[in-house]
């Protein structure tokens, strides 16, 4: 993966809960914002850009564009011709005094004759920035990088992430918040209990899936079937990609050599501070460079840690 250079930062809030590696891959090195990265020292390199040199692959310097604010820059083949395009990430909306009520984020991708300008974020009076990460990667398998971008927000209680993802070679965008193929998606899902025991049962009724929760709460009750009875009525998956711990988190992963895009979703029990677990979908860029879910997994909090209680191919969504 080809990764750009310098840089800096829209769907509901960061509950930390759980802690240690669920099981899924890791996610794909990215180039953090400069508010993530830091500035670099006198002298120093800003992080991913390398010293001027002969190498036609080595980044440029850029000087900031009129009337935009730059946040991150790259030289990337973005089309597979051997050429690299020249990309600057710039925002677009700020007031004299440095704020902004709306604040626009903007790709400006160049090939020496023409030049792109495409709008991948657009906020008003949200202080959470237009980007967290952008990473260069080939999505469809069209042979070409393509664009792929983390976009954080803030919610009432905790964070959350979208994403936007773009093929110069197709001129083709697609952004990630909520639809409702996903809603229809997190429906097919429900909750039950036996009674006398304290695992709650996750069911996909489309798929044909089931896994067992355990809900730490009732243990020790003798019956604990008050205490069940709440979560198999109260639970729900909330369909926002919730930023729960820092390997459980909206992010570019490798399954094989195929990427993907995790996106975590939020399990809750009796309430939002009462996270029990996380619904982590896969999803695949096809030919048309549209996400296609591909795969589910159910991750159960387990005291400090975290346990994959099942997974399931998603061979039917569209």
Known sequence: MR????????????????????????????????????????????PGIEPDSDDPETPQEYNEPPGYKLLQSASVDLDGDGINEQILVVSTGQNGNGTANRVE???????????????????????????????????DGDGAADVFIV????????????????????DKSHSFT???????????????????????????????????????????????DEIMLQYAERTWIDPVSVSISEDSRLALVRNGR??????????????????????????????DFSPVLKRCEVIDFSGSGKIKAGSFEVTAYQ
């Open 151 to 170: 976009i954080p927000g803030y919610g009432a209680s905790f964070s959350y992430s979208n994403y936007f993802i773009y093929s110069y070679k197709k």
């Open 3 to 46: 990764a750009g250079t310098d840089s800096v930062l829209p769907a509901t809030g960061g509950i930390q809960n759980g802690t240690g590696s669920s099981g899924a891959n890791d996610p794909l090195s990215a180039i953090p914002s400069d508010e993530e990265a830091g500035d670099p020292a006198d002298g120093e390199a800003a």
């Open 105 to 139: 984020g903007r790709l400006l991708i160049s090939d020496g004759d023409n030049e792109r300008q495409i709008v991948f974020c657009t906020k008003e009076n949200d202080p959470s920035g237009l980007l967290s990460s952008i990473e260069f990667e080939d999505l």
């Open 258 to 287: 195929t990427p993907e895009i995790k996106v975590p979703l939020p399990v809750f029990g009796v309430a939002t501070v009462n996270m029990i677990a996380e619904i982590d979908l896969f999803y695949r860029i096809d030919s």
């Open 178 to 224: 909520s639809d409702n193929t996903l809603a229809d998606f997190i429906d097919s899902f429900e909750f039950s209990w036996n009674k006398g025991g304290n695992l709650l049962t996750v069911t996909n009724r489309l798929h044909g899936f089931s896994a067992d929760i355990v809900i730490e709460e009732a243990e020790g009750h003798e019956p604990p």
